[in-house]
């Protein structure tokens, strides 16, 4: 059974920081390409950043030079560290682990930036 299970979501304010992780389990990690994704009320679900199996990186513009993606393959995790928070960056944020034919997603942690 694949799990994907997010945290490090929580309340901060303007300015601060976040580490989120993301752990996977029943899947071949290395091989999948990661991605932090969030979606705000009201919003559709939007790409923040991914990282392929290869460690290749992309992100969204609105959070280029302010958030990092990065991979642990040896412990299974994919991290999104958040700096120079802003209130539009208020979401839920999830992870999803992607091949041709396969697409997982975790649940989600709630990320809350206030002014």
């Known amino acids: 059974q694949v799990r994907l299970v997010e945290s490090g979501g929580e309340l901060v304010q303007a300015g601060g920081s976040l580490r989120l992780s993301c752990t996977a389990s029943?899947?071949?990690?290395?091989?999948?390409?990661m991605g932090w994704y969030r979606q705000a009320p009201g919003k559709q679900r939007e790409l923040v950043a991914i990282?392929?199996?290869?460690?290749?990186?992309n992100y969204a513009d609105s959070v280029k030079g302010r958030f990092a993606i990065s991979r642990g393959n040896a412990k299974n995790t994919v991290y999104l560290q958040m700096n120079s928070l802003k209130p539009e960056d208020t979401a839920v944020y999830y992870c999803?682990?992607?091949?041709?034919?396969?697409?997982?997603w975790g649940q989600g942690t709630q990320v809350t930036v206030s002014s």
């Open positions: 990282i392929d199996s290869g460690g290749s990186t």
């Open positions: 029943g899947i071949i990690f290395s091989i999948m390409h």
């Open positions: 999803a682990a992607k091949r041709p034919g396969y697409d997982y």
